[in-house]
């Protein structure tokens, strides 16, 4: 499978002494060639948010590790081998290109940190929240502090993040069982971007963790990593 990677250079994060830097190297590859002269800090990792209030934002701590794994095999991305904890006032928080979080209960941003993560998304950054059950209200009232001007939509089955590797033709895929019914998938969009991707009642991220963690089976586990790849792709695509 061949790709087309991209240099994205966004400098314009206010916060930052220097540019926000990404680099992915502009070659047409077949996954796992590429790797060579590959630096530590050339290497791309998710940065898990360490948020207050009270809910378990570091649950399952094997679901980025694997996912950043799954990365390496199934693209010619060049990935770290774990996640980063960020919280939103560090002064490195700018620097990474992909925020992640979940949890089942209370998310509280203060209203600098609702202000700094605005700026961080809407000159780059890229945000996947996935509900574990229970945070749904908190992640969408601190949302509506971060955009007020600005709702979650859900979105629809043809949309890129669906198709950019793998292909997802009825959209978000159902991973783990909470209250029944369909997954649903939800976006804020900033001057047609993509900016915030949200998965409600499906738990995506439950099945990047390993396998005796949940006890999903073989396939629902590998469809949940390849939607991960794809909100990592793209993500990193700049659409």
């Known amino acids: 499978m061949y790709y087309l990677y991209l240099l994205i250079m966004k400098c314009q994060m206010k916060y930052l002494t220097g540019c926000f830097v990404l680099v992915l190297f502009i070659a047409v590859l077949p996954a796992g060639l590429g790797s060579q002269n590959v630096t530590r800090k050339s290497l791309l990792t998710i940065a898990r948010l360490k948020y207050q209030g009270g809910g378990d934002w570091y649950n399952d701590p094997s679901m980025i590790p694997n996912l950043l794994n799954f990365l390496r095999q199934e693209t010619s991305l060049q990935t770290a ?34 202000q700094r993560l605005r700026s961080y998304l809407v000159n780059g950054g890229f945000l996947y929240a996935d509900d574990d059950y229970g945070m749904d209200k908190y992640f969408r009232a601190m949302m509506k502090k971060v955009f007020p001007d600005k709702d979650l939509v859900e979105l629809p089955f043809n949309h890129p993040i669906y198709h950019c590797h793998f292909h997802f033709d009825s959209g978000v895929p159902k991973i783990h069982e909470h209250d029944g019914g369909p997954p649903h998938a939800y976006g804020i969009f900033h001057e047609g971007r993509l900016i915030v991707y949200y998965t409600f009642n499906t738990n995506i991220s439950d099945g990047w963790a390993d396998a005796d963690v949940h006890k999903d089976p073989e396939e629902v586990r590998l469809q949940a990593l390849r939607m991960g790849v794809n909100i990592v792709v793209y993500a990193l695509s700049g659409d």
Do not use: N, W
């Not at 928080?93 to 949890?103: D, E, N, R, V």
């Open 81 to 114: 081998d774990d996640e980063k904890k960020v919280e939103i006032m560090d002064q490195d928080f700018f620097a990474y290109p992909i925020l992640f979080m979940t949890g089942h209960g209370r998310i509280t941003f203060s209203d600098e940190e609702a």
